[in-house]
């Protein structure tokens, strides 16, 4: 039973324009979420993460917004740029219990100069 | 970059023969991880190591054992190596258990191929 979901395998987006990638997650124990970045040949690297206690995180051009309500978030990457093109993964875990991270499926995107 | 290398980088091996991947870290994080990426399932997680002797199984576990008989050495054994663990494996580490204060660093991967 997928825990972590993307539902968009990819996603190609202007130079310029905004990014949107969305993660939905099934368990309400979730409380603390990462977005990682990969890119071909390479392992994940990671972006960005955000708390349960908050709903928005920003740094520099990516901003993850959490909806707790909707068991939804999304990463936000503007403007993009080719260099952002890469698979992005979704991932959550509960801080305090015992479970390791779940990871979704990943999206890949591709910036188009 | 955190200190995490991999061995082999790629390997092809036949069906039935024993494998074993091996994660160095340098960086003495005492939590270690073994990951599966493949097309359309993203990234599972096999076995971790929250120390020295300590592993637990992960998502998909079945037909591989982890040892850990040094802080910076995790490897990870294909005991008889089938097709379908055809993959590309990660090794992550992290300092300590997930955390707002802490993430997992990932190696660069082994591309395995059992034919």
């Known amino acids: 039973d997928q825990q972590v979901k993307q539902n968009s395998p990819s996603l190609s987006v202007q130079e310029g324009r905004i990014s949107i990638l969305n993660c939905d997650y099934t368990?309400?124990?979730?409380?603390?979420f990462l977005w990682y970045k990969k890119y071909p040949a390479e392992g994940p690297t990671f972006l960005i993460s955000?708390?349960?206690?908050?709903d928005k995180n920003e740094d520099g051009r990516f901003t993850v917004f959490l909806n707790k309500s909707a068991k939804h978030l999304s990463l936000h990457i503007v403007p993009s740029q080719p260099g952002d093109s890469a698979v992005y993964f979704c991932?959550?875990?509960?801080?305090?219990?015992?479970?390791?991270?779940?990871f979704g499926k990943g999206t890949r995107l591709s910036v188009i100069a | 970059d955190a200190g995490i290398t991999q061995s082999p980088r790629h390997k092809v091996t036949e069906t039935g023969t024993p494998v074993t991947l091996r994660c160095h870290q340098t960086?003495?994080?005492?939590?270690m991880y073994w990951y599966r990426q493949d097309p359309g399932h993203g990234l599972r997680l096999i076995h971790y190591?929250?120390?020295?002797?300590?592993?637990d199984k992960g998502e998909v576990s079945d037909g591989y054992s982890v040892s850990r008989s040094k802080t910076e050495d995790f490897l990870l054994t294909l005991e008889s190596a089938t097709s379908s663990q055809t993959s590309v494996y990660f090794c992550?580490?992290?300092?300590?258990?997930?955390?707002?204060?802490?993430?997992?660093?990932f190696g660069p991967g082994t591309r395995l191929t059992v034919l």
């Open positions: 992550a580490i992290s300092e300590s258990w997930v955390s707002s204060t802490d993430t997992q660093y």
């Open positions: 368990n309400s124990m979730f409380d603390y």
């Open positions: 955000i708390s349960s206690i908050k």
């Open positions: 991932a959550a875990s509960e801080v305090w219990g015992n479970t390791p991270l779940v």
């Open positions: 960086e003495n994080h005492r939590y």
């Open positions: 190591s929250y120390g020295v002797k300590d592993t």
